[in-house]
């Protein structure tokens, strides 16, 4: 039970779950804001056991209030795709990415399941996404590169942030090349020999911490 309105809310079992007792008709708005859509029922089919999945109708009210069909519908948290089954049931192109290798396999499972044999034209990649918006890039420590860290640091380290001249700051990829970090300006920074060593081939949250800690 909240209190709604400054009246106490009671909600009642239905057929479809626990719903509260003023309902979407009630509200006085042409589009109110909250939904009735109940939470998936432990027992439910549509319920396949991963921690954080969402409601197909919710996803599918979503899709069919802000895209047509053939539009297409991203979600790049895809977690066991219930935005991907929701659009590919509204005749949405669709595209899911997640970082858990376990998702990937999700979404074959639901649209097979949610499909039937009809299943043929998913493709499944788990290479690496690379960016192709980044025209041609200059050599990570091109002399260019260097002169424009130099001043947008103001000389100092990007790690302990102590002025140093320009030959002993050498340049870091902020995100590393073996996680995918590139050679573009945006991920370079300048870091005393010391900061460099100490980060290695890691993120900065990482240097960060051990900086803290006094190393
Ligand atoms: C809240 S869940 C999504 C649940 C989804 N709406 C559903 O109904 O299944 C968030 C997902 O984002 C993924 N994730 C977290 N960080 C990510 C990243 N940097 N890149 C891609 N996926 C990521 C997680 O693996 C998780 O599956
Ligand atoms: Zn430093």
Redo the contacts with the bound molecule.
Sequence with gaps: MKRWKGRKQRKVMTDDGWKATSTEADSQTPCPDWWEISIINPNARERIG?P???PIKL?ERIIAASSNPGDVVL?????????CVAADRLDRQWAG????PI?GE?VLKRLRDDRGPLFDDVIHRTDRPLRTDLGSILRYNAPANRKALYGEQSGNCGGCGHHFEARHLEVDHIIPRSKGGTDHLANLQLLCSSCNRLKGDRGMEYLRVKLQLGN
């Design positions: 991963y954080t999945q969402k996803l979600d790049p948290f895809a977690g066991c795709a219930t935005t990415i997640d970082l858990s998702a999700l």
